[in-house]
Protein backbone atom coordinates (compact mmCIF):
# COMPACT_ATOMS: atom_id res chain seq x y z
CA UNK A 1 0.00 0.00 0.00
CA UNK A 2 1.09 3.40 -0.59
CA UNK A 3 1.24 6.21 2.13
CA UNK A 4 -1.66 8.17 -0.08
CA UNK A 5 -3.67 4.95 0.61
CA UNK A 6 -2.72 3.86 4.15
CA UNK A 7 -3.77 8.22 4.53
CA UNK A 8 -7.24 7.75 3.05
CA UNK A 9 -8.05 4.57 5.30
CA UNK A 10 -6.94 6.64 8.25
CA UNK A 11 -9.17 9.32 7.20
CA UNK A 12 -12.05 7.26 6.82
CA UNK A 13 -11.69 5.50 10.05
CA UNK A 14 -10.87 8.88 11.75
CA UNK A 15 -14.77 9.27 10.70
CA UNK A 16 -16.21 6.31 11.43
CA UNK A 17 -14.13 6.12 14.91
CA UNK A 18 -15.57 9.86 15.79
CA UNK A 19 -18.97 9.92 14.18
CA UNK A 20 -20.02 5.92 15.60
CA UNK A 21 -19.66 6.40 19.01
CA UNK A 22 -20.25 9.62 19.22
CA UNK A 23 -23.61 9.79 17.57
CA UNK A 24 -24.61 6.48 20.11
CA UNK A 25 -22.80 8.06 23.15
CA UNK A 26 -24.89 12.23 22.46
CA UNK A 27 -28.06 9.97 21.94
CA UNK A 28 -27.67 6.81 25.05
CA UNK A 29 -29.48 9.14 27.58
CA UNK A 30 -32.83 9.54 25.66
CA UNK A 31 -32.46 5.74 24.60
CA UNK A 32 -32.18 4.97 28.32
CA UNK A 33 -35.18 4.93 29.02
CA UNK A 34 -39.16 3.54 28.50
CA UNK A 35 -41.31 5.11 31.28
CA UNK A 36 -44.37 4.78 29.09
CA UNK A 37 -45.09 1.24 28.79
CA UNK A 38 -41.77 -0.42 30.75
CA UNK A 39 -40.76 -3.85 29.58
CA UNK A 40 -43.10 -6.93 30.51
CA UNK A 41 -45.64 -5.24 32.99
CA UNK A 42 -48.25 -7.96 34.44
CA UNK A 43 -51.22 -5.87 35.60
CA UNK A 44 -52.96 -7.73 38.48
CA UNK A 45 -55.79 -6.43 40.40
CA UNK A 46 -56.34 -6.57 44.02
CA UNK A 47 -58.19 -5.33 46.97
CA UNK A 48 -58.94 -6.18 50.65
CA UNK A 49 -61.90 -8.40 51.72
CA UNK A 50 -63.99 -5.61 53.57
CA UNK A 51 -63.79 -7.73 57.06
CA UNK A 52 -60.34 -7.81 56.94
CA UNK A 53 -59.16 -4.47 57.17
CA UNK A 54 -56.12 -3.55 59.80
CA UNK A 55 -55.50 -0.87 61.77
CA UNK A 56 -53.44 1.71 59.84
CA UNK A 57 -50.89 3.47 61.21
CA UNK A 58 -51.78 7.32 63.07
CA UNK A 59 -48.31 8.57 61.06
CA UNK A 60 -46.53 6.95 58.33
CA UNK A 61 -43.09 7.73 57.54
CA UNK A 62 -40.66 6.62 54.07
CA UNK A 63 -37.68 8.29 55.01
CA UNK A 64 -35.38 8.30 51.63
CA UNK A 65 -31.74 9.09 52.38
CA UNK A 66 -30.53 9.77 48.94
CA UNK A 67 -26.66 8.04 48.39
CA UNK A 68 -26.58 6.03 52.10
CA UNK A 69 -25.00 2.74 51.29
CA UNK A 70 -25.22 -0.30 54.22
CA UNK A 71 -21.96 0.46 55.83
CA UNK A 72 -22.52 3.56 56.33
CA UNK A 73 -26.08 3.42 57.63
CA UNK A 74 -25.02 0.77 59.79
CA UNK A 75 -23.19 3.25 62.25
CA UNK A 76 -26.01 5.56 62.92
CA UNK A 77 -27.91 5.52 65.94
CA UNK A 78 -30.95 6.26 64.43
CA UNK A 79 -30.75 2.31 62.98
CA UNK A 80 -30.05 1.18 66.46
CA UNK A 81 -33.68 3.46 67.49
CA UNK A 82 -35.51 1.68 64.54
CA UNK A 83 -33.85 -2.17 65.41
CA UNK A 84 -34.87 -1.69 68.92
CA UNK A 85 -38.78 -1.22 67.36
CA UNK A 86 -38.41 -3.22 64.61
CA UNK A 87 -35.92 -4.61 62.51
CA UNK A 88 -33.32 -3.56 60.20
CA UNK A 89 -32.40 -5.84 56.71
CA UNK A 90 -29.29 -5.36 54.19
CA UNK A 91 -31.47 -4.29 50.44
CA UNK A 92 -30.22 -4.81 47.23
CA UNK A 93 -31.42 -2.05 45.02
CA UNK A 94 -30.36 -3.93 41.65
CA UNK A 95 -28.70 -2.44 38.88
CA UNK A 96 -28.39 0.49 37.53
CA UNK A 97 -27.72 1.96 41.00
CA UNK A 98 -29.30 4.84 40.13
CA UNK A 99 -31.41 7.38 41.61
CA UNK A 100 -34.79 7.80 39.24
CA UNK A 101 -34.55 4.10 38.34
CA UNK A 102 -34.65 3.02 41.97
CA UNK A 103 -37.34 5.73 42.99
CA UNK A 104 -39.67 4.10 40.44
CA UNK A 105 -38.78 0.59 42.21
CA UNK A 106 -39.23 1.23 45.88
CA UNK A 107 -42.46 3.27 44.61
CA UNK A 108 -43.98 0.26 42.66
CA UNK A 109 -42.00 -2.78 43.37
CA UNK A 110 -41.35 -3.57 39.72
CA UNK A 111 -37.73 -4.10 39.21
CA UNK A 112 -35.56 -1.61 36.80
CA UNK A 113 -35.35 -3.68 33.89
CA UNK A 114 -39.24 -3.97 33.61
CA UNK A 115 -39.72 -0.76 35.20
CA UNK A 116 -37.86 0.78 31.40
CA UNK A 117 -36.61 3.59 33.95
CA UNK A 118 -32.68 3.23 33.24
CA UNK A 119 -31.23 6.28 33.82
CA UNK A 120 -32.03 9.97 35.75
CA UNK A 121 -32.49 12.14 32.81
CA UNK A 122 -36.21 10.76 31.57
CA UNK A 123 -39.06 13.51 33.11
CA UNK A 124 -41.87 11.58 31.77
CA UNK A 125 -44.73 9.61 34.18
CA UNK A 126 -44.07 6.22 34.41
CA UNK A 127 -46.99 3.98 33.35
CA UNK A 128 -46.80 1.10 36.55
CA UNK A 129 -48.60 2.03 39.41
CA UNK A 130 -47.00 3.51 42.89
CA UNK A 131 -47.48 2.58 46.50
CA UNK A 132 -48.51 6.29 46.61
CA UNK A 133 -51.30 6.10 43.64
CA UNK A 134 -52.62 3.40 45.98
CA UNK A 135 -52.50 5.66 49.51
CA UNK A 136 -54.52 8.27 47.23
CA UNK A 137 -57.04 6.04 46.46
CA UNK A 138 -57.72 4.71 49.53
CA UNK A 139 -58.42 8.62 50.75
CA UNK A 140 -55.00 9.10 52.67
CA UNK A 141 -53.24 12.23 51.98
CA UNK A 142 -49.23 12.04 50.80
CA UNK A 143 -47.08 14.64 51.59
CA UNK A 144 -43.33 14.89 50.20
CA UNK A 145 -40.12 16.63 50.84
CA UNK A 146 -37.52 16.70 48.70
CA UNK A 147 -34.55 18.55 47.20
CA UNK A 148 -35.86 17.66 43.62
CA UNK A 149 -39.03 16.95 41.84
CA UNK A 150 -38.52 13.40 40.47
CA UNK A 151 -40.89 11.59 42.25
CA UNK A 152 -44.09 14.01 41.13
CA UNK A 153 -42.89 13.44 37.83
CA UNK A 154 -42.68 10.15 37.95
CA UNK A 155 -46.06 9.69 39.75
CA UNK A 156 -48.34 12.90 38.70
CA UNK A 157 -51.00 13.94 41.14
CA UNK A 158 -50.16 11.29 43.37
CA UNK A 159 -49.52 13.66 46.38
CA UNK A 160 -51.58 15.78 48.07
CA UNK A 161 -48.07 18.28 49.25
CA UNK A 162 -44.90 18.52 47.67
CA UNK A 163 -42.43 20.52 48.39
CA UNK A 164 -39.13 20.75 47.36
CA UNK A 165 -36.42 22.17 49.70
CA UNK A 166 -32.81 23.83 49.62
CA UNK A 167 -29.96 21.64 50.60
CA UNK A 168 -29.19 23.26 53.88
CA UNK A 169 -32.63 22.65 55.19
CA UNK A 170 -34.04 20.35 57.95
CA UNK A 171 -35.89 17.85 55.83
CA UNK A 172 -37.34 16.29 58.54
CA UNK A 173 -38.58 18.83 60.46
CA UNK A 174 -40.43 20.42 57.36
CA UNK A 175 -42.65 17.48 56.67
CA UNK A 176 -46.06 18.83 56.22
CA UNK A 177 -49.03 17.01 58.04
CA UNK A 178 -50.47 13.63 56.20
CA UNK A 179 -51.47 10.57 56.48
CA UNK A 180 -48.18 9.42 54.56
CA UNK A 181 -45.04 11.44 54.58
CA UNK A 182 -42.25 10.95 52.34
CA UNK A 183 -39.35 12.69 53.14
CA UNK A 184 -35.95 12.01 51.30
CA UNK A 185 -32.62 14.50 52.12
CA UNK A 186 -30.04 14.63 49.19
CA UNK A 187 -26.73 16.11 50.90
CA UNK A 188 -25.45 12.34 51.92
CA UNK A 189 -25.83 12.11 48.51
CA UNK A 190 -24.06 15.25 47.08
CA UNK A 191 -21.52 15.24 49.26
CA UNK A 192 -20.36 11.17 48.16
CA UNK A 193 -20.69 12.73 44.70
CA UNK A 194 -17.75 15.26 45.48
CA UNK A 195 -15.52 13.76 47.86
CA UNK A 196 -16.38 9.91 47.67
CA UNK A 197 -18.20 7.47 50.46
CA UNK A 198 -14.19 7.57 52.67
CA UNK A 199 -13.86 11.04 52.90
CA UNK A 200 -14.45 12.85 56.43
CA UNK A 201 -17.14 15.11 54.48
CA UNK A 202 -18.96 12.11 53.77
CA UNK A 203 -18.57 10.55 57.44
CA UNK A 204 -20.03 14.61 58.17
CA UNK A 205 -22.97 14.07 55.65
CA UNK A 206 -24.03 10.89 57.51
CA UNK A 207 -23.59 12.22 60.80
CA UNK A 208 -26.41 14.97 60.19
CA UNK A 209 -28.68 12.91 58.53
CA UNK A 210 -28.62 10.80 61.88
CA UNK A 211 -29.24 13.92 64.49
CA UNK A 212 -31.93 15.14 62.14
CA UNK A 213 -33.51 11.53 61.55
CA UNK A 214 -32.80 10.79 64.70
CA UNK A 215 -34.94 14.16 66.10
CA UNK A 216 -37.58 12.97 64.18
CA UNK A 217 -37.87 9.20 65.82
CA UNK A 218 -38.25 10.68 69.06
CA UNK A 219 -40.99 12.90 68.32
CA UNK A 220 -42.64 9.09 67.24
CA UNK A 221 -45.20 7.52 69.27
CA UNK A 222 -43.73 3.39 67.98
CA UNK A 223 -46.88 2.07 69.44
CA UNK A 224 -49.26 3.94 66.77
CA UNK A 225 -46.85 4.80 64.00
CA UNK A 226 -44.71 3.56 61.58
CA UNK A 227 -41.08 4.38 60.03
CA UNK A 228 -39.71 2.91 56.92
CA UNK A 229 -35.87 3.93 55.68
CA UNK A 230 -34.37 3.04 52.58
CA UNK A 231 -32.16 4.62 50.54
CA UNK A 232 -31.19 4.35 46.57
CA UNK A 233 -27.97 3.27 46.66
CA UNK A 234 -24.42 3.63 47.89
CA UNK A 235 -21.47 5.37 46.93
CA UNK A 236 -17.56 4.15 45.90
CA UNK A 237 -14.98 5.38 47.76
CA UNK A 238 -13.86 7.99 45.71
CA UNK A 239 -17.67 8.94 44.58
CA UNK A 240 -20.30 7.37 41.63
CA UNK A 241 -22.56 5.05 41.51
CA UNK A 242 -24.54 3.16 38.80
CA UNK A 243 -22.86 -0.66 39.19
CA UNK A 244 -23.26 -3.53 41.14
CA UNK A 245 -20.44 -3.25 43.68
CA UNK A 246 -21.09 -4.46 47.31
CA UNK A 247 -21.02 -0.88 49.24
CA UNK A 248 -22.97 0.80 46.31
CA UNK A 249 -25.36 -1.46 45.46
CA UNK A 250 -26.75 -2.54 48.69
CA UNK A 251 -28.59 -0.45 51.41
CA UNK A 252 -30.08 -0.65 54.60
CA UNK A 253 -34.33 -0.62 55.27
CA UNK A 254 -35.41 -0.68 58.22
CA UNK A 255 -39.14 -1.12 59.36
CA UNK A 256 -40.16 0.22 62.90
CA UNK A 257 -43.30 0.92 64.68
CA UNK A 258 -47.22 -0.39 64.72
CA UNK A 259 -47.92 -3.78 62.94
CA UNK A 260 -43.66 -4.30 62.50
CA UNK A 261 -42.27 -7.56 64.11
CA UNK A 262 -39.13 -6.83 66.00
CA UNK A 263 -36.22 -8.84 65.64
CA UNK A 264 -32.59 -7.91 66.35
CA UNK A 265 -31.10 -9.99 63.59
CA UNK A 266 -29.66 -8.16 60.13
CA UNK A 267 -31.81 -9.44 57.19
CA UNK A 268 -32.04 -9.86 53.66
CA UNK A 269 -34.63 -7.92 51.04
CA UNK A 270 -34.81 -6.73 47.81
CA UNK A 271 -35.49 -3.00 46.79
CA UNK A 272 -38.32 -4.29 45.29
CA UNK A 273 -40.28 -5.51 48.29
CA UNK A 274 -40.45 -1.78 50.03
CA UNK A 275 -43.49 -0.74 48.01
CA UNK A 276 -45.17 -3.80 49.12
CA UNK A 277 -44.04 -4.09 52.72
CA UNK A 278 -45.91 -0.42 52.76
CA UNK A 279 -48.65 -1.86 51.82
CA UNK A 280 -49.63 -4.70 53.97
CA UNK A 281 -48.22 -2.32 56.83
CA UNK A 282 -50.75 0.37 55.91
CA UNK A 283 -53.77 -1.95 54.56
CA UNK A 284 -53.38 -0.81 51.06
CA UNK A 285 -53.75 -3.02 48.02
CA UNK A 286 -50.55 -4.65 46.37
CA UNK A 287 -48.99 -1.96 43.62
CA UNK A 288 -50.61 -3.89 40.60
CA UNK A 289 -47.69 -4.27 38.86
CA UNK A 290 -45.15 -5.87 41.42
CA UNK A 291 -42.41 -8.26 41.51
CA UNK A 292 -44.14 -11.48 41.98
CA UNK A 293 -42.55 -14.87 40.97
CA UNK A 294 -38.45 -15.43 41.74
CA UNK A 295 -39.26 -12.68 44.82
CA UNK A 296 -38.53 -12.34 48.74
CA UNK A 297 -42.39 -11.54 49.50
CA UNK A 298 -42.36 -13.99 51.63
CA UNK A 299 -40.41 -11.54 53.94
CA UNK A 300 -43.12 -8.99 54.31
CA UNK A 301 -44.69 -11.79 56.43
CA UNK A 302 -41.59 -11.74 58.60
CA UNK A 303 -41.33 -8.23 58.46
CA UNK A 304 -45.27 -7.74 59.78
CA UNK A 305 -46.20 -8.69 63.60
CA UNK A 306 -48.59 -11.49 63.44
CA UNK A 307 -50.11 -9.85 66.88
CA UNK A 308 -50.78 -6.64 65.45
CA UNK A 309 -52.80 -8.07 62.30
CA UNK A 310 -56.01 -10.01 63.00
CA UNK A 311 -55.72 -13.86 60.97
CA UNK A 312 -58.28 -13.36 58.27
CA UNK A 313 -55.88 -10.17 57.19
CA UNK A 314 -52.74 -11.77 57.32
CA UNK A 315 -54.50 -14.43 55.40
CA UNK A 316 -55.62 -12.29 52.64
CA UNK A 317 -52.55 -10.70 52.19
CA UNK A 318 -50.99 -14.28 51.81
CA UNK A 319 -53.70 -15.23 48.91
CA UNK A 320 -53.08 -11.85 47.15
CA UNK A 321 -49.73 -12.86 47.06
CA UNK A 322 -50.12 -16.28 45.65
CA UNK A 323 -52.54 -14.87 43.23
CA UNK A 324 -50.02 -12.23 41.94
CA UNK A 325 -47.69 -15.31 41.67
CA UNK A 326 -49.80 -17.15 39.54
CA UNK A 327 -50.63 -14.56 37.17
CA UNK A 328 -46.76 -13.44 36.74
CA UNK A 329 -45.90 -17.42 36.38
CA UNK A 330 -49.34 -17.48 33.49
CA UNK A 331 -47.66 -14.30 31.69
CA UNK A 332 -44.26 -15.38 31.64
CA UNK A 333 -45.18 -18.45 30.18
CA UNK A 334 -47.21 -17.13 27.55
CA UNK A 335 -44.66 -14.80 26.20
CA UNK A 336 -41.75 -17.95 26.46
CA UNK A 337 -43.08 -21.19 27.33
CA UNK A 338 -39.55 -22.26 27.56
CA UNK A 339 -39.53 -20.44 30.79
CA UNK A 340 -42.03 -22.45 32.48
CA UNK A 341 -43.09 -19.35 33.99
CA UNK A 342 -40.25 -18.89 35.56
CA UNK A 343 -38.83 -15.45 35.50
CA UNK A 344 -35.51 -15.98 36.86
CA UNK A 345 -35.50 -18.51 33.27
CA UNK A 346 -37.12 -15.55 31.27
CA UNK A 347 -34.03 -13.49 32.27
CA UNK A 348 -31.56 -15.96 31.10
CA UNK A 349 -33.04 -16.80 27.92
CA UNK A 350 -33.14 -13.18 27.09
CA UNK A 351 -29.47 -12.85 28.21
CA UNK A 352 -28.90 -15.64 25.95
CA UNK A 353 -30.14 -13.72 23.06
CA UNK A 354 -28.28 -11.14 23.88
CA UNK A 355 -24.60 -13.37 23.52
CA UNK A 356 -26.32 -14.91 20.98
CA UNK A 357 -26.47 -11.41 18.82
CA UNK A 358 -23.13 -10.33 20.37
CA UNK A 359 -21.32 -13.51 17.99
CA UNK A 360 -22.26 -10.81 15.31
CA UNK A 361 -19.94 -8.28 17.13
CA UNK A 362 -16.91 -11.17 17.71
CA UNK A 363 -17.45 -11.68 13.88
CA UNK A 364 -17.40 -7.94 12.46
CA UNK A 365 -14.24 -7.81 15.18
CA UNK A 366 -12.55 -10.47 13.51
CA UNK A 367 -12.92 -9.08 9.86
CA UNK A 368 -11.51 -5.68 11.27
CA UNK A 369 -8.75 -7.44 12.78
CA UNK A 370 -8.35 -10.08 9.55
CA UNK A 371 -8.58 -7.19 7.09
CA UNK A 372 -5.26 -5.59 9.20
CA UNK A 373 -3.31 -8.89 8.99
CA UNK A 374 -4.09 -9.16 5.47
CA UNK A 375 -3.11 -5.44 4.57
CA UNK A 376 0.01 -5.93 6.53
CA UNK A 377 0.88 -9.16 4.75
CA UNK A 378 0.50 -7.95 1.48
CA UNK A 379 2.87 -4.92 2.23
CA UNK A 380 5.57 -7.17 3.49
CA UNK A 381 4.67 -9.28 0.43
CA UNK A 382 5.56 -6.22 -2.25
CA UNK A 383 8.76 -5.77 -0.10
CA UNK A 384 6.94 -2.54 1.15
CA UNK A 385 7.94 -3.09 4.77
CA UNK A 386 9.00 -5.83 7.19
CA UNK A 387 7.18 -8.36 8.68
CA UNK A 388 5.18 -6.20 10.72
CA UNK A 389 1.55 -8.08 10.87
CA UNK A 390 1.72 -9.61 14.06
CA UNK A 391 3.13 -6.33 15.48
CA UNK A 392 0.19 -4.66 14.07
CA UNK A 393 -2.49 -7.44 15.91
CA UNK A 394 -0.54 -6.70 19.46
CA UNK A 395 -0.80 -3.13 19.11
CA UNK A 396 -4.33 -3.15 19.12
CA UNK A 397 -4.72 -5.35 22.07
CA UNK A 398 -2.57 -4.47 24.10
CA UNK A 399 -3.86 -0.63 23.29
CA UNK A 400 -7.48 -2.19 24.39
CA UNK A 401 -5.87 -3.65 27.33
CA UNK A 402 -4.15 -1.18 28.64
CA UNK A 403 -7.10 1.43 27.89
CA UNK A 404 -9.38 -0.95 30.24
CA UNK A 405 -6.56 -1.20 32.68
CA UNK A 406 -6.16 2.64 33.14
CA UNK A 407 -10.10 2.91 33.75
CA UNK A 408 -9.95 0.50 36.73
CA UNK A 409 -7.12 1.40 37.82
CA UNK A 410 -7.66 5.43 38.18
CA UNK A 411 -11.07 5.04 38.65
CA UNK A 412 -11.86 2.00 40.56
CA UNK A 413 -14.28 0.24 38.13
CA UNK A 414 -15.35 0.14 33.96
CA UNK A 415 -19.18 1.08 35.05
CA UNK A 416 -21.07 4.42 36.26
CA UNK A 417 -19.78 3.95 39.91
CA UNK A 418 -16.54 5.25 38.66
CA UNK A 419 -18.19 8.31 38.05
CA UNK A 420 -18.78 10.91 40.18
CA UNK A 421 -19.89 13.43 37.74
CA UNK A 422 -20.35 14.28 33.69
CA UNK A 423 -18.67 16.69 34.15
CA UNK A 424 -15.52 14.53 36.09
CA UNK A 425 -16.39 11.41 33.45
CA UNK A 426 -15.83 13.92 30.56
CA UNK A 427 -12.49 15.98 32.11
CA UNK A 428 -10.96 12.50 33.38
CA UNK A 429 -11.80 9.72 29.54
CA UNK A 430 -10.48 12.89 27.39
CA UNK A 431 -7.10 13.40 29.04
CA UNK A 432 -6.93 10.11 29.36
CA UNK A 433 -7.52 9.23 25.61
CA UNK A 434 -5.31 11.81 24.18
CA UNK A 435 -2.46 11.21 26.74
CA UNK A 436 -2.03 7.12 26.34
CA UNK A 437 -3.13 7.31 22.62
CA UNK A 438 -0.20 10.07 22.25
CA UNK A 439 1.75 7.63 24.19
CA UNK A 440 1.04 4.68 22.22
CA UNK A 441 1.73 6.44 18.87
CA UNK A 442 4.94 7.69 20.50
CA UNK A 443 5.72 4.08 20.89
CA UNK A 444 4.62 2.59 17.82
CA UNK A 445 6.85 5.09 15.85
CA UNK A 446 9.94 4.60 17.84
CA UNK A 447 9.91 0.74 17.33
CA UNK A 448 8.57 0.02 13.69
CA UNK A 449 9.38 3.79 12.09
CA UNK A 450 6.81 2.97 9.54
CA UNK A 451 4.46 5.72 8.21
CA UNK A 452 1.51 3.05 6.76
CA UNK A 453 1.74 1.01 9.48
CA UNK A 454 1.15 3.41 11.87
CA UNK A 455 -1.49 4.63 10.29
CA UNK A 456 -2.88 0.93 9.47
CA UNK A 457 -3.15 -0.14 12.91
CA UNK A 458 -4.25 3.44 14.15
CA UNK A 459 -7.29 2.72 11.39
CA UNK A 460 -7.74 -0.83 13.36
CA UNK A 461 -8.38 1.07 16.95
CA UNK A 462 -10.80 3.26 15.32
CA UNK A 463 -12.92 1.02 13.26
CA UNK A 464 -12.79 -1.90 16.47
CA UNK A 465 -14.37 1.10 18.17
CA UNK A 466 -16.91 1.99 15.52
CA UNK A 467 -17.96 -1.57 15.81
CA UNK A 468 -18.67 -2.02 19.24
CA UNK A 469 -20.63 1.40 19.56
CA UNK A 470 -22.27 0.24 17.12
CA UNK A 471 -22.74 -3.45 18.13
CA UNK A 472 -24.73 -2.01 21.71
CA UNK A 473 -28.01 -0.88 19.74
CA UNK A 474 -27.80 -3.61 17.34
CA UNK A 475 -27.86 -6.48 20.22
CA UNK A 476 -29.50 -4.24 23.00
CA UNK A 477 -32.02 -2.15 20.52
CA UNK A 478 -31.79 1.46 19.65
CA UNK A 479 -34.42 2.01 22.95
CA UNK A 480 -32.47 -0.46 25.54
CA UNK A 481 -34.31 -3.27 25.48
CA UNK A 482 -34.95 -6.00 28.28
CA UNK A 483 -32.93 -6.73 29.78
CA UNK A 484 -30.73 -3.97 31.29
CA UNK A 485 -26.88 -5.47 31.08
CA UNK A 486 -24.26 -5.54 32.69
CA UNK A 487 -22.90 -2.69 34.28
CA UNK A 488 -19.63 -2.72 32.18
CA UNK A 489 -22.02 -2.98 28.65
CA UNK A 490 -24.33 -0.36 30.42
CA UNK A 491 -21.51 2.28 30.88
CA UNK A 492 -19.72 1.86 27.50
CA UNK A 493 -21.21 4.03 25.03
CA UNK A 494 -20.49 6.80 27.52
CA UNK A 495 -16.85 5.99 27.19
CA UNK A 496 -16.76 4.97 23.94
CA UNK A 497 -18.34 8.53 22.98
CA UNK A 498 -15.22 10.61 24.77
CA UNK A 499 -12.43 7.86 23.96
CA UNK A 500 -12.91 7.34 20.12
CA UNK A 501 -13.08 10.72 19.28
CA UNK A 502 -9.40 11.38 21.78
CA UNK A 503 -7.91 8.65 19.73
CA UNK A 504 -9.60 10.58 16.43
CA UNK A 505 -8.01 13.85 17.44
CA UNK A 506 -4.41 12.03 17.61
CA UNK A 507 -4.68 10.27 14.71
CA UNK A 508 -5.58 13.21 12.63
CA UNK A 509 -2.22 14.66 13.76
CA UNK A 510 -0.72 11.24 12.92
CA UNK A 511 -2.53 11.90 9.37
CA UNK A 512 -0.82 15.48 9.19
CA UNK A 513 2.37 14.74 10.14
CA UNK A 514 3.01 11.48 8.56
CA UNK A 515 0.64 11.22 5.69
CA UNK A 516 -0.28 14.69 4.33
CA UNK A 517 3.67 16.32 5.24
CA UNK A 518 4.98 13.29 2.96
CA UNK A 519 2.76 14.11 -0.02
CA UNK A 520 3.05 17.58 0.00
CA UNK A 521 6.80 17.35 -0.08
CA UNK A 522 6.51 15.41 -2.90
CA UNK A 523 4.31 17.68 -4.57
CA UNK A 524 6.90 20.07 -4.28
CA UNK A 525 9.53 18.30 -5.73
CA UNK A 526 7.18 17.37 -8.69
CA UNK A 527 6.76 20.74 -8.92
CA UNK A 528 10.25 22.10 -8.69
CA UNK A 529 11.18 19.61 -11.64
Not at 25 to 51: E, K, M, Q
Request: aromatic share 8%.
Amino acid sequence: MTVRQCLVLLLACCALGLGVPLLLGVTYSARLSSHDTGFFAVHVDDAIAADAQPRRPRRSVLVVIDGLGHEAAKTMGAIALLREHGQCRKTAVGVPSMSRPVYATISTGLEQDRTGARGNDDEAPLFAQSIWQRARAAGMSVAVVSELTWWEELFPGAFTHYDVLPLDADYFTALPPADLQLVHPLYVDEVGHEFGAASPEYAEAVARADRELGDLLRGLDFAQDLVVLTADHGHSARGGHGGAQEPIANVMTCHAGLGVRRDPDYGHLRITTVAPSLALLLGLPFPAHMRAGDDDLDALFAIADPAAFSPAYLEDRRAAVERFRRANEDAVRAWLPDSAGNWDAFYELYRQRHRSGARVLVAALALVFLLQLWLHRRREQQGEARSAALFGLGFVAVFGAVTYALQVGLRGSFDLSSVAGRADLIGFTLTMGFGWTTLAVVVHWLVRRDRCALMLDLSAILAAGAVLSAAHPLVLGWRLGFPVPSPTVYFFPYFAALMFPAVTGVAVVVAALVGLRPLRRRSDMIART
